[in-house]
């Protein structure tokens, strides 16, 4: 690019809005590491302070920033992830975690009894809502057919299996169930349980 031709048009109108397009052209087939590190370097050389928004990173990684193995899954729950030290293998025990949809794929939930597998059950459902929108919340119909599926559904005992729920959620029948913290910290444990890493 001609950076004298660029300053003889300062003043005309249409000079930022086509230097824009070179830019673009410019900065297009580099990563967005890369980009931010060349407009850095460039407000340098020009002996301009570079905007705050390119000087910090943000805090919150932008889904074009997670690793691969991270697509489908949302920014909060990769914070999760990460802060609990579970991996996506760990996940792809658990479900099937596409770029537009995540399911249940676990035979089976921890625990002896029907009630506890309930429990682990909700739990799960509300984990599989987070992954995939960054909020754990549930419908009860979502978690009554992972029930069903792991084989824990018990018609004449499941409202009661669900009171044990305690801490973990809140809400009804009636108007969906959202996990707590105690309820996301349980959910780390039931993916570790479900799939322990394997030490080499």
């Not at 459902?125 to 929108?133: D, E, R, S």
């Not at 824990?152 to 809400?171: E, F, K, P, R, W």
């Amino acid at each position: 690019m001609d950076i004298s031709v660029m300053s003889s048009d300062i003043n005309n109108p249409h000079a930022a809005v086509e230097a824009a397009a070179k830019l673009v052209q410019i900065l297009l087939p580099l990563t967005p590491d890369e980009r931010k590190r060349a407009i850095a370097a460039s407000m340098l050389l020009l002996g301009q302070p570079m905007d705050e928004a390119v000087q910090k990173p943000t805090q919150q990684r932008s889904l074009e920033d997670l690793p691969p193995s991270s697509e489908g899954i949302s920014p909060k729950a990769f914070g999760w992830m990460r802060k609990n030290g579970i991996t996506r293998e760990q996940l792809d025990h658990v479900f099937s975690i596409e770029q537009d949809s995540i399911e249940v794929i676990a035979a089976k939930m921890p625990g002896d009894s029907k009630r506890q597998q309930t429990v682990e059950a909700y739990v799960i459902c509300g984990l599989k809502a987070f992954l995939q929108t960054g909020e754990p919340t549930f419908g009860d119909k979502d978690a009554r057919v992972i029930c069903s599926k792991v084989g824990c559904y018990d018609i004449g005992n499941h409202s009661n299996y669900v009171n044990a729920l305690g801490n973990l959620a809140s809400g009804s029948r009636e108007i969906g169930w959202k996990l707590s913290n105690p309820g996301l910290v349980r959910a780390a444990d039931i993916v570790k349980t479900l799939a322990p890493t394997t030490s080499s």
